[in-house]
């Protein structure tokens, strides 16, 4: 279980001796009451997010922070953190308030070189936000990865517990975390279709594509290895976003995710990679799915219905098991375009984002990775690619995706002037 920060506040209470911070980091914090005066006594605030504390306690703008948690991230020296949980307590250690907020920053070093820093994005006249990490090593061109929080989770939130940063820093890919919005009940929701959810009008599908087109533009990032995955209803939506924009997300890996019954009905891909992990035991997302609706969620299959569809739709003709501890690794490839389906069924695990799930997931897209121009994927742009190009045009092919260069849904002499621009460098 994924262990939560504790952040203990040295204060005064009624005069009482200030604590020290010893070996725990020391940061500053803001604090003021609901009027913006400051401190009062009454409030405890980090960011915008605020308690009320006990009458009588006053305290400083100081207090130490316990570093103590599962893979922190670490920036220039010291630890990114986002959203934490906190006690407050007097020097003998009464607890006054405890709470949750998304402090997010970095503790114990400068973080001058890598910021992760939150956004807005104009979507249709709807403000809409985002997350985005952008690594020292990323080159040009470089992959994009969306991670999608789960139901009335938060970007912030995703970002902490998938710990893809870090291997984003370590492979140079760019990471960007959309935050949805909230649904009648004040939970942030992906619309995928839920049930309780028949009134909403909110097109994700068009946010996460418009978004990511405007990234790819806005940071040189690559058009052609932008990929999605998400836990729980972020891999819903990445379910919905490789049925309806397979032309932008180039590959999908869901984690505790489901295809909704309405997804499945009007499902028309192109042919992607695919990477499920899902627990046996997983008691949100039920393993054999929900065609009843009998949780309320609204239809949805069964993870390995889910995943025969993708078998089928990228039509996969062979198969293997392989055995890793507790996962079994069901593995589909001579898939058309060579994209293969994966599924890691996690024996005996829950609804959850596993520890070792962002390496394997970034190992899965970083498979599916693709250089422009490689028709003949040798790893290389020459001459040998434009003789296969050509003979993609005089087989009188209608469509051929992998010589389409130019998005047109053609297949012509357009291609073979962008492929020779491209292998002279202009």
Known sequence: MKRYLYIIFCMFLFGSLFCQCDDLDYVSLTMEDSWGDG???????????????????????????DLSIENPITCDGGNWQSEVFWTLSDAYGTTLATGGAPFEGCVGGSCENEIIESFEFNDNGQIRDYYLYIPNSIQDNAPLVF???????????????????????????????????????????????????????????NFLSSLANYLQYEYNLSEDNTFSTGMSNGG????????????????IAPVAGCMMESIYNTCNPNPIPVLEIHGTNDNVTLWNGDMNNNDGWGAYLSTTDG????????????????????????????????????????????????????????????????????????????????????NMILGDSDFDQLGDLNSDELVNVLDVVLLVNLILGA
């Open 147 to 205: 991670v999608l929080h789960g139901y009335s989770g938060s970007a912030g939130g995703i970002m902490g517990y998938s710990g893809m940063n870090e291997v984003a820093r370590q492979n140079g890919f760019a990471v960007c975390y959309p935050q949805g919005i909230s649904d009648q009940s004040g939970y942030n929701f992906w619309n995928v279709g839920y049930a309780f959810h028949n009134n909403q009008t909110v097109d994700d599908v």
């Open 236 to 251: 819903d939506m990445s379910y919905m976003l490789g049925c309806q924009a397979s032309d932008i997300f180039k590959a």
């Open 307 to 390: 995943i025969d569809y993708w078998v089928g739709a990228n039509e996969c003709v062979s198969g293997e098991t392989i055995l890793m501890n507790n996962i079994i690794h069901h593995r589909y490839f001579d898939c058309t375009d060579n994209v293969e389906v994966w599924l890691y069924e996690v024996v005996g695990g829950g609804h959850d984002w596993p520890q070792y799930a962002n390496e394997e997931i970034w190992n899965f897209f970083n498979l599916s990775t693709s250089i422009t121009g490689d028709l003949n994927q040798d790893d290389d742009v020459n001459i040998l690619d434009v003789v296969l190009l050509v």
């Open 39 to 65: 401190w009062n006594g009454n409030e405890f605030c980090i960011n915008s997010e605020c308690t009320t504390l006990l009458s009588g306690t006053t305290g400083t703008d100081e207090f130490c922070i």
